[in-house]
């Protein structure tokens, strides 16, 4: 059997069983939405622990012309990740939309880097969901 994984090119590759390591399911939401869980499964765990929050840009109401979805929305700024390896080197970014689906989520330790201002206007936009 054939097996492939993703290596430094960003891209499958052709790899030994050894050398392949399949990572749990990603923790998603709802209609597999992108849940704060599922950010800090992606980023957390890679090297120099990227991704951290640093403000809240927007939050997006549910079915909106901003956020067609059935969840709040929120993008946020973060620290500069490497969105992708391309052959000119990586392409990075400092922008994640997540998408929040249920209450709780406003709590979820992605947050903790945000100053205590932006963790209100979460924790606000939730409050409407009970």
Same mark, same amino acid.
């Given at each position: 059997? !054939?097996?492939?994984? %993703?290596?430094?090119?960003?891209?499958?590759?052709?790899?030994?069983?050894?050398?392949?390591?399949?990572?749990?399911?990603?923790?998603?939401?709802?209609?597999?939405?992108?849940?704060?869980?599922? %950010?800090? @499964? %992606?980023?957390?765990?890679?090297?120099?622990?990227?991704?951290?929050?640093?403000?809240? !840009?927007? %939050?997006?109401?549910?079915?909106?012309?901003?956020? &067609?979805?059935?969840?709040? !929305?929120?993008? @946020?700024?973060?620290?500069?990740?490497?969105?992708?390896?391309?052959?000119?080197?990586?392409?990075?970014?400092?922008? !994640?939309?997540?998408?929040?689906?249920?209450?709780?989520?406003?709590?979820?330790?992605?947050?903790?880097?945000?100053?205590?201002?932006?963790?209100?206007? &979460?924790?606000?936009?939730?409050?409407?969901?009970?």
């Amino acid at each position: 059997m !054939k097996r492939l994984a %993703i290596g430094e090119s960003g891209r499958p590759e052709p790899s030994t069983p050894g050398d392949a390591h399949a990572p749990p399911a990603l923790p998603v939401g709802p209609r597999n939405a992108v849940t704060p869980a599922s %950010i800090r @499964f %992606i980023y957390w765990g890679r090297p120099g622990n990227e991704c951290r929050a640093v403000r809240v !840009k927007r %939050i997006h109401r549910p079915h909106t012309r901003c956020n &067609l979805g059935p969840f709040f !929305k929120a993008v @946020f700024e973060c620290t500069p990740f490497t969105r992708a390896t391309l052959p000119e080197g990586p392409l990075m970014a400092d922008e !994640k939309h997540v998408a929040l689906t249920r209450p709780a989520d406003a709590g979820d330790p992605l947050w903790a880097t945000l100053p205590a201002r932006d963790q209100e206007r &979460l924790h606000r936009a939730m409050e409407s969901l009970q």
